[in-house]
């Protein structure tokens, strides 16, 4: 196909890849966004989902807020946030990409905290645990993989997010694209989702392994049966 | 005192252009609406059969949700901008990539749903003389409805906010009218737009709701009891 070939040709052009808006540039804005802005979101989200969760308070708000992220189009966010505090800065991106992080979070977090082998954390209890050994090394343990999966979900948005930050005048390689758009180019538009879509699963993939490798219950945990999600889980993706 | 003029001043409310551009909006609203209904159909269709196959042939069922979980990790701009060589600039686009996403959340629920009913239901079904399709449309899918129905609010509400993305090919519904504003700073415009396509994302939740409350008779009487 004549899109991918250009698209290739385009990738191996090395003065692509140079200069401010070249792809290794857009790819550190890129990078740099998407680390700093999930760093942001799990400082703000999970220390109060966590805490929330322990407690078994504000269940009705950590888990709506995910719809309300999901109706919420960033798109939107980001225009009128780039309007309300002026183009010339990076706040408006770092603030709708956290924004948009913090609601997988929040529910993710919430969700397992609560979802905690109940068994377990009474039998921690009867022992003498208090409160917050049993948070510590109880609860926190027992919902690592659902906090990851929100933790995951939200790096996914992120990075979904940076790249639409681009339309609204943003950095990162959402940019390259654009500008594809701009100049009518074919090529480096494909060449750009090419390079965004591999981003994205990079990063899904890194952590992925991460889940398996940080897992502090690897090795103690049955496998797991059934891969479907079923439908109250919080687990439902983020928008793209 | 004289009427000032809030499109020359660029407030973010704005009566004056509500009522100039009124035309713009009901189109960029109906844009919207077909394409977010197109999609979440076009969805529903492929992930009904898709759902029954990964369920019938069980092996196929990892790898069925490992696809939907990759193609839902490509951002929205990525993925209309790799459609584009295909369909070239037209609804196609961004049609078939909202396609793409709520088939990761309906396929997932159809087959949650369909996991949900129970052994002995089925079992009396079978009992009763009821043959695998009558099985099927008369009893596993009326009590899958629930899931169905929660993976379809989560589509829908999602394939809303999504289409606003098509404004790159100038086929996003609102979106278009955000994308619009952004050179020349219109605050009504933008602000206008993000509202309205947040009210249509509510309202069809709620239009969803209120269709599971009506295929779902039974889920009332036995709370009322």
Request: glycine share 10%; proline share 5%; net charge positive.
């Amino acid at each position: 196909m004549n899109a991918v070939s250009g698209a290739w040709d385009w990738l191996n052009d090395s003065a692509n890849w140079n200069g401010t808006d070249g792809v290794w540039h857009r790819l550190g804005e890129h990078v740099y966004f998407t680390v700093v802005c999930l760093a942001l979101a799990c400082l703000i989200a999970l220390p109060i989902a966590i805490v929330l969760g322990h407690l078994g308070k504000g269940g009705a708000l950590a888990v709506n807020i995910s719809n309300v992220g999901r109706a919420v189009p960033t798109f939107a966010i980001l225009v009128l946030l780039m309007f309300a505090m002026g183009s010339g800065t990076d706040w408006p991106t770092i603030i709708a990409l956290v924004l948009f992080a913090v609601p997988p979070l929040m529910t993710n977090a919430y969700v397992g905290m609560r979802e905690a082998d109940r068994d377990v954390v009474e039998a921690a209890r009867g022992m003498g645990m208090t409160g917050s050994q049993l948070m510590f090394r109880i609860e926190l343990p027992l919902a690592f993989p659902l906090i990851w999966t929100g933790v995951r979900s939200a790096a996914v948005q992120v990075v979904a997010t940076a790249t639409i930050a681009a339309m609204a005048g943003g950095g990162g390689l959402g940019r390259i694209i654009t500008a594809g758009f701009n100049r009518q180019i074919t090529a480096q538009v494909v060449a750009g989702a090419v390079l965004v879509a591999g981003l994205a699963l990079l990063i899904e993939g890194i952590f992925m392994a991460l889940q398996w490798l940080l897992d502090p219950m690897r090795r103690r945990r049955r496998p797991r049966s059934g891969s479907a999600v079923p439908a109250s889980s919080p687990a439902t993706p983020a928008t793209p | 005192m004289a009427k000032r003029n809030c499109l020359v001043s660029n407030d973010w409310i704005c009566g004056e252009y509500l009522r100039t551009r009124s035309h713009e909006l009901t189109d960029a609203t109906v844009q919207h609406l077909w394409i977010t209904a197109v999609s979440v159909a076009i969805g529903l269709l492929i992930a009904f059969p898709v759902a029954l196959v990964a369920r019938r042939w069980r092996p196929l069922a990892g790898p069925v949700l490992g696809l939907a979980t990759v193609l839902y990790t490509v951002p929205s701009l990525a993925m209309f901008s790799l459609l584009l060589p295909v369909f070239g600039i037209s609804p196609a686009v961004v049609i078939t990539g909202l396609v793409l996403y709520s088939l990761t959340i309906l396929v997932r629920n159809i087959m949650a749903g369909l996991e949900s009913v129970p052994e002995d239901v089925r079992e009396a079904a079978r009992g009763m003389g009821y043959g695998p399709l009558r099985l099927l449309f008369a009893v596993e899918l009326p009590l899958s409805l629930p899931a169905l129905m929660a993976g379809l609010r989560i589509a829908t509400v999602s394939t809303v906010a999504l289409t606003t993305v098509g404004a790159i090919i100038n086929y996003g519904g609102l979106g278009n009218l955000i994308y619009t504003g952004i050179d020349t700073i219109f605050k009504a415009q933008v602000l206008t737009a993000s509202v309205i396509c947040v009210a249509i994302a509510i309202a069809a939740d709620v239009l969803l709701l209120g269709v599971q409350w009506l295929l779902t008779p039974w889920a009332r009487s036995r709370k009322a009891a």
